[in-house]
């Protein structure tokens, strides 16, 4: 079982473009999530969502966008990139009722913006 | 504003030896914590959790303690190995299964020989 994957592994992107993150999981998962994890300040919560057709904000939502047109995919979407976006990308899911509360974590996107 | 702390970036301990990790949140409402361990180049991965109607969960060789009117909670590691060297994360949330969960900023752990 792949369990969650993100692509790509890591990037270079010029400041000013876009770039959408993808993320897909074999889990059948409702929920998925977005995190950024930044040194000395942990993972916080970009975007998430409950469950395929609906989204929400996180934490620090500004600057990118997601959608869930289905189950299994979740892309984050950085429309116009800035260096405050370098940051190393986690995409998560968790399904409805997990005995822990706990999600599941892809192994990361590193961004670095220019 | 930090919800949930941990204040120590890194640990260091001998193998074997116990390793405690601490952390601290500010939100009364929180009523479930978790503990994750992430290795370099690879997500964070569920290590234990505890509701607040405990104050003590034990896993093997990892414990999680709850103290609610401190609004602190600790991962005890005993013994410690060197494959436990890694960057553990605490998180909080209000309720069971729910969407949200507050990270901490993690400790870096390293055991050595």
């Known amino acids: 079982t792949a369990g969650i994957t993100q692509a790509p592994t890591s990037q270079i992107l010029a400041a000013g473009r876009s770039m959408t993150l993808r993320c897909t999981q074999d889990?059948?998962?409702?929920?998925m999530y977005w995190y950024r994890q930044d040194l000395g300040l942990g993972l916080r919560l970009i975007h998430y969502?409950?469950?395929?057709?609906?989204?929400g904000k996180g934490e620090v939502p500004d600057g990118y966008s997601v959608s869930r047109a289905n189950t299994d995919d979740f892309p984050l979407t950085l429309a116009s990139a800035v260096p405050s976006q370098t940051s190393v990308y986690f995409c998560?899911?968790?399904?409805?009722?997990?005995?822990?509360?706990?999600?599941?974590f892809g192994p990361g996107t590193r961004l670095t913006v220019l | 504003d930090q919800q949930v702390k941990q204040n120590s970036p890194s640990l260091s301990v001998q193998e074997g030896r116990i390793s405690i990790l601490n952390c601290d949140y500010t939100n009364s409402m929180f009523d479930y914590f978790l503990w994750y361990k992430k290795y370099p180049a690879e997500g964070p991965t569920f290590l234990i959790s505890i509701s607040s109607i405990k104050d003590k969960n034990e896993d093997g060789r990892f414990t999680v303690f709850l103290n609610k009117s401190a609004k602190h909670l600790s991962l005890h590691i005993v013994p410690s190995q060197p494959g436990d060297s890694a960057v553990y994360f605490c998180?909080?949330?209000?309720?069971?299964?729910?969407?949200?969960?507050?990270f901490g900023t993690g400790t870096r752990l390293q055991v050595f020989p």
């Open positions: 889990m059948r998962h409702n929920a």
């Open positions: 998180a909080a949330s209000r309720g069971w299964n729910t969407d949200k969960l507050i």
């Open positions: 969502s409950n469950t395929a057709g609906t989204t």
């Open positions: 998560a899911s968790s399904p409805n009722l997990s005995p822990n509360n706990e999600q599941f």
